[in-house]
């Protein structure tokens, strides 16, 4: 008898142990509601969405091992800009930006064709945002999306967008919700879109009569997509650093909240080629001894939708601009300093 109490003394904590783990989401008010509207809006049966509610995870992170990304050991004196950029634009993720562009050129050179955004450019989105596909988000999308529409949160009526959104998605797609991985604010695939994106920017790249986020052709041609939504001009430059007197730059607001024109910035020459005519953007980065200058063109501007940090866009500009080079140069020289 002894052994046969064990193991029913086993299976009752178990399931008691999985029932802790879990919350039921379809008693909440707000829930009930929301998967009426769902239902109405959309067709889905009630009964399949307060099953899946029932099982809210408390704990939405993924147990499995993901792929975490190599960061360079910090120097001994950084300032903002190079703790940045030594994190988002390293040695890893320019070689395996290479690689990557090398692997996908078909749909990387499908989408400059449709969209005119540069393969390097896009390749380097994907290498910050998911470290090229392997560290594409510990979250289970689905629970951590319902914590924040129904919890506590002062954004709450945003992600229960997001979570509308999502379920749209999924049920388009024939996704099953409780699958998908994703960021801790409910960004999914490659490029780490927000649900709310998939309907405007995602695209179908692959023709194979889907749109999935976590496929490279799929990513690559929503990127594009979006730059180009967002006003991205075919074969015009994004940034170039700048000479001016001094270590540290004050006097002019920098940032791409600001434009000039360049005649007005007599005292400041751009480094290197720089064919473009219109307003520029002063970037300034931080570093630990001086500051670095750069013009940022529209094309600039349009990098800071994807995200709204003049930090983040200059670390595309230049991881995409040393994985170009360096794919140009495949002797691996030292890159140029002017980017």
């Known amino acids: 008898m002894r052994p046969l109490y064990f193991v029913l003394l086993f299976l009752f904590l178990s399931n008691n142990s999985f029932g802790s783990s879990r919350i039921d989401y379809s008693k909440k008010w707000e829930v009930k509601r929301f998967i009426n509207h769902i239902h109405k809006k959309f067709g889905h049966k009630k009964k399949y969405l307060k099953l899946i509610f029932k099982k809210i995870r408390k704990d939405t992170k993924v147990t499995a091992k993901l792929c975490t990304v190599p960061i360079p050991k910090k120097r001994a004196k950084e300032g903002s800009w190079e703790k940045y950029t030594r994190i988002h634009t390293g040695k890893n993720h320019i070689n395996l930006g290479i690689s990557f562009m090398k692997k996908h050129s078909k749909y990387l050179k499908q989408a400059y064709k449709e969209y005119g955004v540069p393969p390097e450019y896009i390749t380097a989105i994907i290498g910050i945002e998911s470290y090229y596909g392997d560290n594409c988000g510990r979250y289970y999308v689905f629970d951590r999306l319902s914590h924040l529409a129904f919890g506590k949160h002062r954004r709450k009526k945003f992600y229960k967008a997001q979570l509308e959104e999502f379920l749209r998605m999924c049920f388009k797609e024939k996704i099953d919700p409780r699958r998908v991985k994703g960021s801790s604010s409910g960004a999914i695939g490659l490029a780490q879109f927000m649900p709310s994106n998939y309907p405007i920017f995602g695209v179908d790249l692959n023709k194979?009569?889907?749109?999935?986020?976590?496929?490279?052709?799929?990513?690559?041609?929503?990127?594009?997509?979006?730059?180009?939504?967002?006003?991205?001009?075919?074969d015009e430059p994004v940034a170039v650093k700048t000479n001016f007197k001094g270590d540290r730059f004050y006097g002019l607001n920098t940032g791409f909240k600001y434009k000039y024109r360049q005649s007005s910035l007599a005292h400041i020459k751009p480094i290197g080629y720089f064919k473009y005519d219109r307003e520029v953007m002063l970037i300034k980065l931080t570093k630990a001894s001086s500051d670095e200058l750069w013009f940022g063109t529209h094309n600039f501007y349009v990098i800071t939708r994807y995200n709204h940090s003049a930090y983040y866009a200059m670390a595309v500009h230049q991881l995409a601009q040393k994985i170009k080079w360096r794919s140009i140069n495949k002797k691996k020289n030292k890159i140029p300093n002017h980017f």
């Not at 194979?208 to 594009?224: C, E, F, K, M, Q």
């Open 208 to 234: 194979d009569g889907r749109v999935r986020l976590n496929t490279p052709a799929d990513a690559i041609g929503s990127i594009a997509n979006y730059f180009q939504k967002n006003g991205w001009k075919k």
